[in-house]
């Protein structure tokens, strides 16, 4: 016999051996365990797609915030604008006036859903009223929209310039990064999450304490600001697998380990054990002995 031939024999014979060696009743319970391993198996990948949704839908959720902090500073921006135009067509209208100044600034103040500081122009281009201490640079010249939306150099302040028809100064605004940081701050919700301004090559770091933590995964998004000027970036944890989804996933497990050792304890108790006396009374008899007396059964499976 060709040895590789020898070798595989010897191997079926070993395994054959082995499984003959095998009471019946780990036999059975290992049968059983095979049998319900598909339907095991189909019950865990359910598990898993589900918390897999589960897990999606939470991250949606999460960067569903990205959406109300985005419709705040866009409502900053376009509040602002109306009120800058109508303060600064208020002060070209009227003489050079140092109160006509402060009532306007202080009106135009009060409109504004949070603190910045304005700088109002004649028509000339001249300026004519400041907050205090507020000196703006010459801004850039206007986009197609008649406005210049920039992040200052430095990342501390965001600019906002408004023109007219004829590419003249009218009004700049300048918010600090303090104020946004606040702005963007929904009430009731936890700060812990990284969200920076960016556009025309710079940034504004508006807050940053996200911290990474094991088993929590970490999700970004961003969204437009003033038209595609400006985009908003956020990135945050969400939890991919809670405690209970772990214990859906474990669930099959335990359920397919419980179906497999009742089933056994079950067949093993109510047919094994009968079976297995009868068999001992029956081997134990010799032709001319009494007749048989089979042991009493406390099976249900009349049929033994």
Same mark, same amino acid.
């Given at each position: 016999?060709?040895?590789?031939?020898?070798?595989?024999?010897?191997?079926?014979?070993? =395994?054959?051996?082995?499984?003959?060696?095998?009471?019946?009743?780990?036999?059975?319970?290992?049968?059983?365990?095979?049998?319900?391993?598909?339907?095991?198996?189909?019950?865990?990948?359910?598990?898993?797609?589900? $918390?897999?949704? #589960?897990?999606?839908? &939470?991250?949606?959720?999460?960067?569903? !915030?990205?959406?109300?902090?985005?419709?705040?500073? #866009?409502?900053?921006?376009?509040?602002?604008?109306?009120?800058?135009?109508?303060?600064?067509?208020?002060?070209?209208?009227?003489?050079?006036?140092? #109160?006509?100044?402060? =009532?306007?600034?202080?009106?135009?103040?009060?409109?504004?859903?949070?603190?910045?500081?304005? +700088?109002?122009?004649?028509?000339?281009?001249?300026?004519?009223? +400041?907050?205090?201490?507020?000196?703006?640079?010459?801004?850039?010249?206007?986009?197609?929209?008649?406005?210049?939306?920039?992040?200052?150099?430095?990342?501390?302040?965001?600019?906002?310039?408004?023109?007219?028809?004829?590419?003249?100064?009218?009004?700049?605004?300048?918010?600090?990064?303090?104020?946004?940081?606040?702005?963007?701050?929904?009430?009731?919700?936890? +700060?812990?999450?990284?969200?920076?301004?960016?556009?025309?090559?710079?940034?504004?770091?508006? !807050?940053?304490?996200?911290?990474?933590?094991?088993?929590?995964?970490?999700?970004?998004?961003?969204?437009?600001?003033?038209?595609?000027?400006?985009?908003?970036?956020?990135?945050?944890? +969400?939890?991919?697998?809670?405690?209970?989804?772990?214990?859906?996933?474990?669930?099959?497990?335990?359920?397919?380990?419980?179906?497999?050792?009742?089933?056994?304890?079950?067949? #093993?108790?109510?047919?094994?054990?009968?079976? =297995?006396?009868?068999?001992?009374?029956?081997?134990?008899? &010799?032709?001319?002995?009494?007749?048989?007396?089979?042991? !009493?059964? &406390?099976?249900? $499976? &009349?049929?033994?």
């Amino acid at each position: 016999m060709h040895p590789e031939a020898r070798a595989s024999d010897e191997r079926t014979g070993w =395994a054959a051996s082995r499984w003959a060696r095998l009471s019946t009743g780990p036999k059975m319970l290992l049968i059983l365990s095979l049998a319900l391993l598909p339907l095991g198996i189909v019950a865990i990948l359910a598990s898993i797609y589900s $918390a897999k949704e #589960n897990s999606e839908q &939470r991250a949606e959720q999460t960067l569903a !915030r990205l959406d109300d902090k985005a419709e705040r500073l #866009n409502g900053l921006l376009v509040r602002s604008v109306g009120t800058m135009r109508a303060a600064a067509t208020a002060v070209g209208a009227a003489a050079a006036d140092p #109160n006509v100044c402060r =009532a306007v600034l202080r009106q135009l103040i009060s409109l504004q859903p949070t603190p910045g500081r304005y +700088a109002l122009f004649g028509p000339d281009g001249e300026l004519r009223c +400041a907050s205090a201490g507020f000196a703006p640079p010459p801004p850039r010249p206007a986009d197609e929209s008649g406005q210049r939306l920039e992040i200052a150099p430095g990342g501390e302040t965001l600019r906002l310039a408004l023109f007219d028809d004829r590419g003249r100064i009218e009004a700049v605004a300048e918010f600090d990064r303090e104020v946004l940081s606040a702005l963007t701050l929904l009430p009731g919700t936890s +700060a812990d999450f990284n969200l920076e301004l960016t556009g025309g090559g710079r940034r504004m770091v508006l !807050r940053e304490d996200y911290r990474p933590v094991p088993f929590v995964q970490a999700v970004s998004d961003s969204a437009p600001i003033a038209d595609n000027r400006l985009q908003l970036g956020i990135r945050l944890g +969400a939890v991919p697998v809670r405690a209970i989804d772990g214990l859906v996933i474990l669930l099959p497990v335990v359920m397919w380990i419980a179906a497999g050792v009742i089933g056994w304890w079950v067949v #093993n108790r109510q047919l094994l054990r009968p079976l =297995a006396s009868i068999q001992k009374v029956v081997a134990g008899y &010799r032709p001319g002995d009494r007749p048989i007396e089979l042991p !009493r059964l &406390r099976s249900p $499976a &009349r049929e033994i």
